[in-house]
């Protein structure tokens, strides 16, 4: 059973700044890829950023340049510091795990809201 834990959303102004947060907890195998999908009111779940624990990174292409994921191996924890941000960038924000064993997993979400 993997557990994933976010924190850290809210509201912030256009141009602002957000850090997300994820912890990951339960049986989690040393090779995986933690990430950010979020899906705002009327579409579909996008991918944000992911980061496997090698270091190999992906960012979706509207986020490019603004987002910069992080991970910490040793404790499990995935971060997502969001700069510049948009009304765009107005939705629920999931934290992502997937490993060989078993996934993905997933956060219980947290709201981002950008205001003009």
């Known amino acids: 059973q993997v557990q994933l834990v976010e924190s850290g959303g809210g509201l912030v102004q256009a141009g602002g700044s957000l850090r997300l947060s994820c912890a990951a907890s339960g049986s989690i195998g040393s090779l995986n890829v933690m990430g950010w999908y979020r899906q705002a009111p009327g579409k579909q779940r996008e991918l944000v950023a992911s980061?496997?624990?090698?270091?190999?990174?992906k960012y979706g292409d509207s986020v490019k340049g603004r987002f910069m994921i992080s991970r910490d191996n040793a404790k499990n924890t995935v971060s997502l510091q969001m700069n510049s941000l948009k009304p765009a960038d107005t939705a629920v924000y999931y934290c992502n795990l997937v490993q060989m064993r078993d996934g993905p997993h997933w956060g219980q979400g947290t709201q981002v809201t950008v205001s003009s």
């Open positions: 980061m496997s624990s090698g270091g190999t990174t």
